[in-house]
């Protein structure tokens, strides 16, 4: 049984319509942005590439949450199988680990860009981007394979009522009745693995990239130079920032209801900026959308 939220008669009907609207937008934009990098010449960059896989993890993680809270708050709670529950964590996991190693990728992408510029085009080539994507989707549904074997393999015998709006690791465990400390070290590898390594790459990344920013002399030099990554480095720092905030901040007991905000802004909101940050920030995008629009207007 998940319950929720609770006590929010007076603005449930305003609650549903909000978070509607966000799943709208979210699917639309990032499919706009999939839709645009398809058909433009000007966006067929590596960087490019790796922005369509990112609207895909998105997608995936906004239909895995949404859909389904929407029906708990529409009906004030919800009941799911223990099938249900631990494949709604596994897609979960798998979208956010694979956009974990996924911004990895690109800020060393960045780096490239800017540090190593001869070296760009050599090793940032079509072969990499696609070897690259294949190994993140990988390792995304192999630990979500990993996830789904261990926690299935805990006895439940006792209490069905989880305090939240989808299933995370935590509240599944806390309902076993085994022994699951060999599932929470088994997180804490993976999460080494796939979370903090990759933050600590891409801040090393980062520091190297305004290293090489302060040593241009111009500053129309250093200005342009950080466009080029400004839209990645404040999706980077959403992400991580709210993976932090979530999982890092004391939300138990009276913080619960906090705990949800935190995990409603981690969940449904980040993957609604993303496709923001990218199209409104960025010249090509504009020019892109512009045609498209053009083109659609010659038709009619």
């Given amino acids: 049984v998940l319950l929720g939220f609770q006590n929010i008669e007076s ?46 993890l998105d997608m995936m993680l906004s239909t895995d949450i949404l859909p389904n ?34 911004l990895t990728v690109m800020s060393y ?14 090793i940032i080539n079509q072969r990499f981007c696609m070897k690259s994507v294949i190994i993140i989707w990988l390792l995304g549904f192999k630990i979500m394979l990993l996830d789904s074997i261990s926690l299935c393999s805990l006895y439940y015998c006792g209490p069905n009522i989880i305090d939240h709006f989808y299933c995370d690791i935590q509240p599944i465990l806390e309902l076993s009745c085994s022994d699951p400390s ?39 030099g250093r200005h342009k130079a950080f466009t080029t990554c400004s839209s990645h480095l404040i999706v980077v720092s959403i992400f991580f920032g709210s993976i932090t905030i979530v999982y890092l901040f ?23 900026l993303n496709p923001i940050i990218y199209t409104f920030r960025n010249k090509d ?8 629009k053009s083109d659609l207007g010659s038709l009619w």
């Avoid at 449930?12 to 709208?24: K, M, P």
């Avoid at 060999?182 to 190297?208: D, E, L, N, R």
């Avoid at 995008?285 to 498209?292: G, S």
């Fill in 11 to 56: 603005i449930r009907v305003l609650f549903f319509l909000f978070l509607f609207i966000i799943y709208c937008v979210t699917i639309s934009g990032n499919l706009l942005i999939m839709v645009l990098i398809h058909r433009s010449k000007n966006l067929q960059s590596p960087m490019y590439f790796f922005i369509t896989q990112l609207s895909l």
């Fill in 69 to 102: 809270l929407l029906h708990i708050i529409l009906y004030n709670g919800c009941t799911m199988s223990l099938t249900g529950c631990v494949s709604q964590f596994s897609f979960f996991a798998t979208a956010e680990v694979s956009e974990c190693l996924l």
């Fill in 109 to 122: 992408d960045r780096y490239l860009a800017i540090c190593k510029p001869l070296h760009y085009n050599s």
């Fill in 182 to 220: 060999w599932v929470h070290i088994q997180t804490i590898v993976i999460g080494f693995f796939c979370v903090s390594a990759p933050f600590t790459i891409i801040i090393v990344s980062y520091i190297c990239i305004v290293l090489t920013i302060l040593k241009i002399p111009s500053i129309s």
């Fill in 250 to 272: 004391p939300t138990r007991g009276k913080l619960g209801g906090l705990g949800k905000v935190l995990s409603l802004f981690y969940t449904v909101i980040t993957p609604l």
């Fill in 285 to 292: 995008f504009k020019i892109a959308f512009d045609k498209i």
